[in-house]
């Protein structure tokens, strides 16, 4: 019994480590968007982490950004790194990102421009798929976004 707490102990600081929960108080972007072009909602049907976004879009790049997120820590820092570099985000360099975090938290292979190193501090999570679905909300929501800006849609 104490080795399988001593095991926990050390996933889970491996998992919830000082940067990760450093970067829990520091998510950028909390004010929403009164006059959005568009806005999203995703939750994880896994864990029920929640992100709500709003976005002013020109020429196909986020020029401004608001969000509201509710989710663990594990959400939560990847909803700070993600809003670190939202601004200026075009959906080709989205999709890009998106797809390298999402082989990342399948595999833990961590392959990421200078920009976004950052998101290897999750790579911890690869692991634990409980967690993946909170970690992909962030790319989730802004894939939405992109999505329904590119159908002529901006309804949440």
């Keep these: 019994m104490d080795q399988q707490k001593a095991y926990l102990r ?3 600081s491996e998992l919830y480590n000082t940067e990760i929960l450093r970067l829990t108080t520091q998510i950028p972007h909390l004010a ?3 006059d959005a072009d568009v806005s999203a909602v995703k939750t994880s049907r896994i864990c029920g982490s929640r992100i709500t976004a709003e976005a002013r879009v020109q020429d196909g790049v986020i020029t401004e950004f ?3 997120v509710k989710a663990c820590a ?3 820092a990847s909803a700070a790194i993600v809003g670190e570099q939202v601004i200026g985000l075009s959906e080709a360099e989205l999709s890009d990102i998106a797809a390298r975090f999402r082989h990342m938290v399948k ?4 392959d990421f421009p200078q920009k976004w190193e950052k998101l290897g501090l999750l790579s911890a999570v690869t692991d634990h798929p409980g967690r993946h679905g909170s970690v992909v909300l962030p790319f989730e929501v802004l894939e939405q976004m992109f999505a329904d800006l590119n159908a002529g849609s901006s309804a949440a």
């Design 74 to 76: 594990l959400g939560q």
């Design 107 to 110: 595999t833990g292979e961590v």
């Design 66 to 68: 608001g969000q509201e």
């Design 32 to 34: 929403r968007l009164s």
């Design 10 to 12: 050390v996933v889970m």
